[in-house]
């Protein structure tokens, strides 16, 4: 009898034993707060850095933002800050804004009709004197220079190593030294008589009309008849040459 009370006893206290493991096993704990809870962090345990591309574009983009901000949405840039908008890629930053009339500047009307100014020509200048060089022009010529400035023409040669050959097709522009003193011109200068009622020829000039006469200044001529140009003269022109 008493064998059988302690197994039932026994019996009894394996099944209290289990009942209570049991319930144990299935008893539900409260929520930990989400603030208390330790992170989990994955992989190695440590942040990795952002990439240096990803920082300037991060820049930019803040850049960008701020600008949109100050000058697209109504707000107004800090003060000191000049907002620049940046053009859009493959647009014209010199195109006209839609609703923007430009109205270009005015210039100052043309008169189709106007003259154009003349270049002044400047006219010969009279000679007192020997001068120490003098610059061929069209129409002249050694001898003829010889006569004006009563030179000997063989000292004015030797002077500038020409010779007679020489001396008969030399070009405008070439700079003659004037022999300074020796001998006058050995006969008249003047090859033809003046003054003088002169008509103009064609082709020819106020320096060729000097060399004409021999012994006459082109700026005389040019100062008596009051002319504009001396290489331009009309054929058929009467010239007072005195």
Do not use: W
């Not at 647009?91 to 500047?105: C, K, R």
């Not at 000292?155 to 004037?178: H, K, Y």
């Amino acid at each position: 009898m008493n064998t059988q009370k302690k197994t039932r006893l026994i019996l009894i206290t394996a099944i209290v034993i289990t009942t209570l493991a049991l319930t144990g096993c299935t008893r539900e704990y409260a929520p930990i707060e989400e603030s208390l809870a330790t992170p989990v962090i994955e992989g190695d345990g440590f942040a990795e850095p952002l990439p240096s591309d990803n920082i300037d574009g991060l820049l930019e983009s803040g850049a960008q933002t701020a600008t949109a901000l100050a000058a697209g949405v109504g707000g107004d840039a800090p003060p000191g800050v000049e907002v620049t908008e940046a053009a859009s890629a493959g647009e014209d930053p010199t195109a006209v804004p839609e609703g923007v009339t430009v109205t270009p500047e005015s210039e100052s009307p043309v008169d189709p009709t106007a003259t154009p100014t003349a270049t002044a020509i400047a006219p010969p200048t009279a000679v007192v004197g020997k001068p120490a060089s003098y610059t061929l022009k069209k129409g002249e010529f050694p001898y003829c220079i010889a006569r004006r400035f009563n030179i000997d023409p063989s000292e004015l040669l030797a002077l500038n190593n020409l010779s007679s050959t020489q001396a008969q097709s030399l070009q405008p522009g070439l700079t003659l030294s004037i022999p300074q003193s020796g001998a006058a011109f050995p006969s008249a200068r003047a090859l033809h008589a003046h003054p003088v009622s002169y008509t103009v020829p064609s082709n020819t000039n106020v320096y060729g009309i000097a060399c004409f006469f021999g012994d006459v200044d082109p700026a005389a001529i040019v100062s008596r008849n009051n002319i504009a140009d001396p290489n331009n003269v009309t054929a058929g022109t009467v010239l007072q040459i005195d």
